[in-house]
């Protein structure tokens, strides 16, 4: 089975499937690879995002979450928000400015050795450093 490649910056990670997202698999999936920035959440709390506007990917709810774990890739398919991808590194809830939102959990983060303190540092980049660069592919 294909695996996520996701590099920020300088850091690298490498994140499975969820098997329970068909839907928003086959999305993200469209939409490879994705370059891009990645920037500190605004209403999450330890989490960072790339927004999409006004995207509509065409999916409904599956597997989803308010709440994602660190390391949990998450996509909001839009609607009260912009659609996004969450991609948090510490505490957070998928949330806006007029409250509570659910993403769709559809890859998780490889527990490599080290991985929870990457994921930090991703935080820590974004939030004190500014928008770093991020990329995302499938590999074989």
């Known amino acids: 089975m294909t695996t996520l490649?996701?590099?920020?910056?300088?850091?690298?990670?490498?994140?499975?499937?969820?098997?329970?997202a068909p839907q928003t698999i086959e999305a993200i999936r469209r939409m490879l690879p994705i370059s891009s920035k990645l920037i500190h959440c605004r209403w999450s709390g330890e989490s960072t995002w790339i927004p999409y506007g006004d995207f509509r990917?065409?999916?409904d709810y599956e597997n989803h979450t308010s709440h994602p774990a660190p390391g949990m890739l998450a996509m909001y398919p839009g609607g009260i928000s912009e659609c996004e991808i969450f991609f948090p590194y510490g505490a957070c809830q998928t949330a806006?400015?007029?409250?509570?939102?659910a993403a769709n959990h559809f890859a998780s983060i490889v527990p490599e050795?080290?991985?929870e303190d990457r994921l930090r540092e991703v935080g820590r980049r974004c939030l004190w450093d500014g928008a770093q660069p991020i990329v995302i592919r499938e590999v074989d």
């Open 5 to 20: 490649q996701i590099e920020v910056g300088d850091l690298h990670f490498t994140a499975r499937w969820e098997a329970a």
């Open 57 to 59: 990917p065409g999916i």
């Open 96 to 101: 806006s400015k007029v409250g509570s939102l």
């Open 113 to 115: 050795e080290g991985w």
